[in-house]
């Protein structure tokens, strides 16, 4: 005789396990700490700022967000899905606020490519404040892709 679900599960158990995340995303908390203080040790400077001729501007004005001055970003919002979340590819460090709370939320909020937009903003801010010099002299702790996706969505070469 087959096994009524309702004898082992309340219709409120039942409810709690359709809203419980998978497996995936319930790790996320643990791996997802480890993976972003990992980044933020070997990439310790935010890019936006970068971009601007600055280090680290609005970590150093806004000293802590829920005790973080600097973020590890999702370039394309991961929206929950397990191999965004933790792809290096697609993580960038950035002051808490305002760079990330305010600036990168407001490309989110605004556009569908969030990446192409982003790396856009950042290569329109590198040419307004000619900071090549200064992103290339920080290199060393920007993610190499990063950096490239900036310049050509720039049209400069950084290592000419
Ligand atoms: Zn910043």
Same mark, same amino acid.
């Given at each position: 005789?087959?096994?009524?679900?309702?004898?082992?599960?309340?219709?409120?158990?039942? &409810?709690?396990?359709?809203?419980?995340?998978?497996?995936?995303?319930?790790?996320?908390?643990? +791996?997802?700490?480890?993976?972003?203080?990992?980044?933020?040790?070997?990439?310790?400077?935010?890019?936006?700022?970068?971009?601007?001729?600055?280090?680290?501007?609005?970590? &150093? =004005?806004?000293?802590?967000? &829920?005790?973080?001055?600097? =973020?590890?970003?999702?370039?394309?919002?991961?929206?929950?899905?397990?191999?965004?979340?933790?792809? =290096?590819?697609?993580?960038?460090?950035?002051?808490?606020?305002?760079?990330?709370?305010?600036?990168?939320?407001?490309? +989110?909020?605004?556009?569908?490519?969030?990446?192409?937009?982003?790396?856009?903003?950042?290569?329109?801010?590198?040419?307004?404040?000619?900071?090549?010099?200064?992103?290339?002299?920080?290199?060393?702790?920007?993610?190499?892709?990063?950096?490239?996706?900036?310049?050509?969505?720039?049209?400069?070469?950084?290592? +000419?």
């Amino acid at each position: 005789m087959p096994r009524s679900p309702g004898k082992l599960h309340t219709p409120r158990q039942r &409810r709690y396990e359709d809203t419980r995340p998978n497996a995936a995303a319930r790790g996320y908390g643990n +791996e997802w700490r480890r993976v972003s203080n990992a980044f933020v040790l070997a990439y310790p400077f935010c890019l936006l700022c970068l971009c601007r001729g600055r280090v680290n501007e609005g970590a &150093r =004005q806004s000293p802590s967000t &829920r005790g973080r001055s600097l =973020q590890v970003d999702h370039i394309t919002p991961h929206n929950g899905d397990a191999a965004l979340i933790c792809d =290096q590819t697609n993580l960038q460090t950035l002051c808490a606020t305002p760079c990330h709370a305010v600036e990168k939320r407001r490309i +989110e909020n605004t556009t569908h490519d969030v990446r192409g937009s982003w790396f856009a903003y950042l290569a329109s801010e590198l040419i307004r404040t000619q900071s090549i010099d200064h992103l290339r002299s920080h290199a060393h702790g920007v993610p190499p892709g990063l950096l490239e996706a900036v310049a050509d969505r720039g049209g400069v070469d950084l290592w +000419e």
